[in-house]
């Protein structure tokens, strides 16, 4: 804990930032970015932006505040769902606000397993059927938007913004292009979800926000290990045995096999993302 809190305070010092900006979204992950930062250069340094929109859990300000209260840092609640309406995003599907929330995620789901045989893979590959591609727009924006708020709200403050992606995040693709991976510094990049898990135990992060199950809070009913298809501790576990080079025979076949092809997918979609051709 302590290096990466020298590294974030290292590194406001040395770009002459002021302070930095973490959007806050009543995750684990955000939440443990945001108290190390606070850590590393005091809560007066640290804004939180809070930017929840029309498919949000109902939870999701309310867990983002208590974040921001218990880390004593000043926020802001700025909803995105005018800037997705004003584009069309919400005319690609229902007006979820006309439905209660258990009839929402039970849409959501049905979609999911009719629309591809492998949802994940299909989205890491940008593969699809038109009525997919739309669903992959229309989910991916949202972090888009929200990346452009925490530069402008940054912008004018002189400060960073810091990323909250870790390591498993990254390995499988399980981020946006140019949304949620994208910051000027990224504390936790280094580090598996289950060693955020451990981390967050010795910053004592709130147990709500710990136990609560990961989820991009994008589209209702899809939470992180269900897209992935296994636990955060199961596929940790497979991704540090085949990063050391350890015998992955203890692990279930399936587990292994559905974790290689996540691996390759991932890879595709990594060097996809931040290649651009030119014309020389």
Known sequence: MKEICNFIFDFVEKYGYKGIVVGISGGLDSAVTAAL???????????????????????????????????????????????????????????????????????????????????????????????????????????????????????????????????TEYLTGLYVKWGDDCGDISPIAHLYKTQVFDLAKKLDVPEKIIAKAPSPDLIPGIDDEFALGMSYQELDQILVAIETGKDLSTFPTEKVNRVKKILEAAKVRNLRNYRIERFE
């Open 37 to 167: 930062c606070v850590k590393a250069i005091g809560s007066e340094k640290v804004f939180g932006l809070i930017m929840p929109e029309r498919d949000s859990s109902k939870d999701t300000v309310k867990d983002a505040k208590l974040v921001c209260e218990w880390l004593k840092i000043p926020f802001k609640v700025k909803s995105i769902t005018p800037i997705l309406r004003k584009i069309g995003v919400y005319k690609l599907f229902p007006p979820a606000r006309l439905f209660p929330r258990s009839f929402q995620e039970r849409y959501v789901l049905n979609k999911w397993r009719k629309l591809s045989q492998d949802p994940f893979i299909d989205d890491l590959l940008s593969k699809g059927n038109d009525q997919f591609l739309k669903g992959l727009a229309f989910y991916r924006i949202k972090h888009r938007v929200r990346m452009c708020l925490l530069y402008f709200e940054a912008e004018q403050r002189g400060y960073a913004v810091a990323s909250t992606e870790n390591k």
